[in-house]
């Protein structure tokens, strides 16, 4: 069974730093491209990142690019994401997901980690 | 970025109605285009890929169509079970980009 486990969310202060973590198994992890989706509470759904399987391929949505960074670690079969520089805009559920490409459906998700940005 | 746009935004329908929601790309995205569910205080869960194909373990009561920029999700006879949020989202291009979302009451 495919699992996906967040963790890394909490509270921070505007200006500061988090990072997340994506716990994968269940699958061959090297074999997928993963992504992280954020969902602002009771709005819809914003992509932020996606990483090839190899990490050659990375991609980031405007809104989060220069202040945040996926990466992953194919030997821990874990995906992360490092947060810099947040505002309260950035206030989301953090979801981790997996799809076969780096554009491409999401066929599972992780629960989801709050991250509340607040002074 | 590609421009999704949803319609209706919300609907209240009736167990065993038959449902339609539609989804338009702002520019041609082929069939690369793909439907969520979204229960309240979970992960969303994917139903349809690239367009029309049924994603594993979802009820065939679920059907997509269309290509290009104008898409369909299609639920044939409602069920209790189906009520939620509903997302498309294309997968043409990075960024990935979803619509603003359906919410379905039953």
């Known amino acids: 069974e495919v699992q996906l486990v967040e963790s890394g969310g909490g509270l921070v202060q505007p200006g500061g730093s988090l990072r997340l973590s994506c716990a994968a198994s269940?699958?061959?992890?090297?074999?997928?491209?993963m992504h992280w989706v954020r969902q602002a509470p009771g709005k819809g759904l914003e992509w932020v990142s996606g990483i090839s399987w190899n990490s050659n391929s990375i991609n980031y949505a405007e809104s989060v690019k220069g202040r945040f960074t996926v990466s992953r670690d194919n030997a821990k079969n874990s995906l992360f994401l490092q947060m810099n520089r947040l505002t309260t805009e950035d206030t989301a559920f953090y979801y981790c997901?997996?799809?076969?490409?780096?554009?491409?459906?999401?066929?599972?998700w992780g629960q989801g980690t709050l991250v509340t940005v607040s002074s | 970025d590609i421009q999704m746009t949803q319609s209706p935004s919300s609907l209240s329908t009736s167990v065993g109605d038959r449902v339609t929601i539609t989804c338009r790309a702002a520019q041609s995205i082929s069939s690369d285009l793909n439907w969520y569910q979204q229960k309240p205080g979970t992960a969303p869960k994917l139903l349809i890929f690239a367009a029309s194909n049924l994603q594993s373990g979802v009820p065939s009561r679920f059907s997509g169509s269309g290509s290009g920029t104008d898409f369909t999700l299609t639920i044939s006879s409602l069920q209790p079970e189906d009520s939620g949020t509903y997302y498309c989202?294309?997968?043409?291009?990075?960024?990935?980009?979803f619509g603003g979302g359906t919410r379905m009451e039953i």
């Open positions: 989202q294309q997968s043409y291009s990075t960024p990935l980009t």
């Open positions: 997901a997996k799809g076969p490409l780096t554009a491409s459906e999401l066929d599972h």
């Open positions: 269940g699958f061959t992890f090297d074999n997928y491209a």
